[in-house]
């Protein structure tokens, strides 16, 4: 009996392309859009080259709480490194890393905070860089969850990544995150390669002979681009140069992303990720600390962009176990 | 007889990928490397996705003499807004622009050249300066050749770049240039799409409600990455994230990418082009003012890099009548 019943999942996946999507106004907004912009002939036609498709990470593609996943590596990588660092020991912020203490951290404020990126991010070769987040990434857990960050990744949006793709948009991710960190795990979960994901950097360092006697690239402690707020549209000028057609987001970081893309001429496609599915996931935002969605929330009801209810839209939460 | 006569042509040219290019050490060099990274089962073999191809721009792809055109562009461009500054006709540098006195221009230095670069390139939406450039290539023509700039696309590099993207490489445009200048035309002359074509840019600020009402990206006048010299390396990095497999360049300003290229494991193909050809183009390296070829020549030679001599090599040089 096993036999047609994989071919029958087989059809009905053949069929629906967003399987984790519930019934409901947004599977059948994506679905209505993208048959608007891809059918020939349609007034509303628009040619591949153009089907730019860009969106958020933390959020938006993955979860992003307690802290950011990228944080945790910040973290992880700190207290791996203070064993050649005693004065961490007894210097704020490593201090408040080393104990634990996140309220301590947190009144370090920014500053506190680019100085345990800086020690985390740089001082390194790009290649060692991938090559220690690669390890990282395949050992550390999520601390509710259980699972590698990566099976974090939201099963809803890989498949919504997928369809758009098969449809022959190029999809891109415009992110706050660091563009280095996302590139070593973006092509093998979200199927996104590394030139198409955008991201905040630090500045690098070419060196024509390195320790090992080769061309090197060395991650340097200052920050070159924040991709975040007004800097994301910016960085889609940058590195896009053309304007997108569908953008993703979950934060005020995202609303400048959103307004950019929305104020194009023709159809263009908006939507946010509200966290609403505390059981499943978390529920936040406006006074969330991490992914604060505030005024972009009021902007989208006011401009009845496509808000997406995680708790009622999507029928699975979480690639893991896939 | 016509038609025998075109299918006969079609014959020949789906024979050889590069009629423009005469048979020699460099055409036979570039089958045999990309045969060696796409023959499936050779031990060099490259998957799709890591055939990452880079070139430089100008005298790459297409002319740069007797300047730079993207300053050809700006000196026109200051022209037209003479009428709306009159205070240019008494304030250096923009006074030699106007009465063309290129060697008081050039005595304004480096400060002058970004003076007249911001007041061209700036203060402006992204949308209208696009507009613009797309005019001006659409009139403009080059001094000695009474073309049109873009018609000074070198036909063998047109024929390179379409042959390396039959066999699944990707394309990018790595260039001291400026972005958005040369995204005007990449697509359509080089079949290199924006989100390929990484160049120096000046910053852009966000505008959610600009003079039309609409969201905007207003050009601004301070320089944000230099995309020549080791800032090519680290532009890769930012923008491609992969190292590429090929480049090819033209200039000393080229060196760190090329090196940065062939210090990759595995086969990797690095090249300059050499201006050889006072008749059909230009001759100049090691004394030229616009892409001086020294140090990295001599780099070439060591290293045994591909040199390409213009005159020796090239059976055709412009695109131009195509
Ligand atoms: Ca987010
Ligand atoms: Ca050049």
Aim: hydrophobic share 45%; charged share 25%; aromatic share 10%.
């Amino acid at each position: 009996m096993a036999a047609p019943l994989v071919a029958a999942a087989a059809v009905a996946s053949a069929a629906d392309p967003l399987p984790s999507w519930n019934d409901g106004a947004p599977k059948k907004a994506i679905f209505e859009f993208v048959r608007r912009v891809t059918r020939e002939g349609s007034a509303d036609y628009i040619a591949p080259r153009e089907r730019i498709a860009v969106f958020d990470n933390d959020g938006t593609l993955w979860a992003e709480q307690p802290i950011y996943f990228q944080f945790a590596f910040a973290i992880d990588r700190v207290k791996t490194l203070s064993s050649v660092h005693p004065e961490w020991r007894t210097t704020a912020p490593f201090k408040d890393v080393l104990t634990g203490d996140i309220k301590a951290l947190a009144a370090s404020g920014k500053q506190g905070l680019l100085q345990v990126m800086a020690a985390s991010h740089s001082g390194i070769t790009t290649e060692d860089f991938n090559t220690i987040v690669g390890s990282w990434l395949a050992t550390a857990k999520h601390p509710r969850f259980q699972r590698r960050y990566t099976e974090l990744a939201y099963q809803p949006m890989l498949e919504l990544l997928d369809y758009l793709r098969s449809q022959d948009f190029k999809t891109f991710i415009v992110s706050g995150g660091g563009v280095e960190f996302m590139r070593v795990f973006a092509e093998q979960v979200y199927g996104i390669p590394p030139e198409q994901v955008i991201g905040s950097s630090a500045a690098t360092k070419f060196v024509p002979v390195g320790t090992d006697g080769k061309p090197a690239l060395i991650k340097e402690p200052h920050v070159e681009f924040i991709d975040d707020g007004i800097g994301k549209p910016s960085g889609i000028n940058r590195f896009i140069g053309r304007r997108p057609l569908l953008a993703f987001g979950n934060s005020d970081g995202d609303l400048p992303m959103l307004q950019w893309t929305a104020g194009g001429a023709g159809p263009r496609f908006v939507a946010l990720i509200h966290h609403t599915d505390a059981d499943r996931e978390f529920a936040y935002d406006r006074q969330s600390a991490v992914g604060k969605l505030d005024k972009a929330l009021d902007e989208a009801q006011r401009q009845q962009w496509l808000i997406i209810d995680m708790k009622r839209d999507w029928l699975r939460v979480f690639s893991a176990g896939k």
